[in-house]
């Protein structure tokens, strides 16, 4: 019964390459999150969405682009991947914007 | 100066030891203070939430707020291997929009050992 899942678990890419990490909760939440951490373990928020409207948006390079095609799920794109987006990306989910937030078990991105 | 500062250890303790934990920050707006604890290649778990100042205790962890001091600390008593973990503070406002965004400490490295 797993709260906050993504997917993939594991991503290895090269360089300029676009990919995309997938997010799913099935708590009824509604508001979800993408979280960077980096090699430091310096965990960063990037984006929020509540209700499928966006409400947080950090200074991240366009690059990265959230979509949440329904309140359950809330994926990130990547375009043109740079050595620097190597990290680990945590989803998390909240009832709301001021609740306690759940973390998924994160995405460990490596770009080559 | 960051927001949030947190010593990244690592922090190193026999079992049983009582350890303390703690993060200091800079933004008086912060309200609500959170621990959580990270293992490794894992996500982070909600441990203790606290609303402004005081204690909180559940089970070995207390959690103490000290706003005067912008100072927040964790204790764990009789520490456990099981505790070994990254503890990370995080902290927030009560206002709307963006504030309602947690800001996370780097993190401390804890091993007890058996």
């Known amino acids: 019964d797993t709260a906050v899942s993504q997917t993939p678990k594991y991503l290895v890419t090269q360089m300029g390459n676009d990919k995309s990490i997938k997010c799913e909760q099935n708590l009824g939440h509604d508001t979800m999150y993408w979280y960077k951490q980096d090699s430091k373990k310096f965990l960063k928020i990037m984006f929020s969405?509540?209700?499928?409207?966006?409400?947080i948006n950090e200074t991240v390079p366009n690059r990265f682009s959230p979509k949440s095609p329904d309140k359950a799920h809330l994926n990130l794109h990547i375009n043109s991947l740079e050595l620097g987006d190597s990290a680990v990306y945590f989803c998390?989910?909240?009832?709301?914007?001021?609740?306690?937030?759940?973390f998924g078990p994160g995405t460990r991105l490596t770009v080559l | 100066q960051k927001e949030v500062e947190q010593d990244p250890g690592p922090l190193s303790v026999p079992e049983g030891a009582i350890v303390s934990l703690n993060c200091t920050y800079s933004n008086s707006a912060f309200q609500y203070f959170m621990w959580y604890r990270q293992y490794s290649r894992k996500g982070p778990e909600l441990l203790m939430y606290t609303y402004s100042s005081g204690n909180k205790e559940d089970g070995r962890f207390t959690a103490q707020v000290d706003k005067s001091s912008k100072y927040i600390s964790l204790f764990i008593r009789d520490s456990q291997p099981s505790d070994s973990a990254t503890y990370l503070c995080a902290m927030r406002s009560n206002s709307g929009g963006s504030n309602y965004k947690l800001t996370f400490g780097k993190g401390t490295l804890l091993t007890v050992n058996p």
């Open positions: 998390a989910s909240s009832q709301e914007p001021i609740d306690t937030q759940y």
């Open positions: 969405y509540n209700n499928k409207e966006l409400i």
